[in-house]
């Protein structure tokens, strides 16, 4: 098993940016594809983002391709999400995963990543 914790979240103005941070502990981090997802009030939980072992290889969703990165640091056994030109429907409480698919063929769904952490609140005002 792996265990996950977020951070990095918060309040900001739309235009700016910010930087989450997925810690694992537990089993080998670099034997899991990782993810990132986010559910805003009300609507389903949304990926957003994924990254291959390595980190080589990486996934976004097109609501976020251009504006977010994915990375991760496997010798701090941690993953990153770098959100820059925040928009207002970016608000969401974003969730990291992790996977034993690989990238290559992991779907872009929840059900298809098996440990999870907590969640941290993402905010963007107008």
């Known amino acids: 098993q792996v265990q996950l914790v977020e951070s990095g979240g918060g309040l900001v103005q739309a235009g700016d940016s910010l930087r989450l941070s997925c810690a694992a502990s537990g089993r080998s981090f670099n034997s899991y594809t990782m993810g990132w997802f986010r559910q805003a009030p009300g609507k389903e939980r949304d990926f957003v983002a994924a990254i291959s072992l390595t980190g080589v290889a990486t996934d976004y969703a097109d609501s976020v391709k251009g504006r977010f990165t994915i990375s991760r640091d496997n010798t701090k056994n941690t993953m990153y999400l770098q959100m820059n030109s925040l928009k207002p429907e970016d608000t969401a409480v974003y969730s990291c995963?992790?996977?034993?698919?690989?990238?290559?063929?992991?779907?872009?769904?929840?059900?298809?990543?098996?440990?999870w952490g907590q969640g941290t609140q993402v905010t963007v005002a107008s």
């Open positions: 995963a992790a996977t034993n698919i690989p990238l290559a063929t992991v779907r872009r769904s929840p059900g298809q990543y098996h440990y």
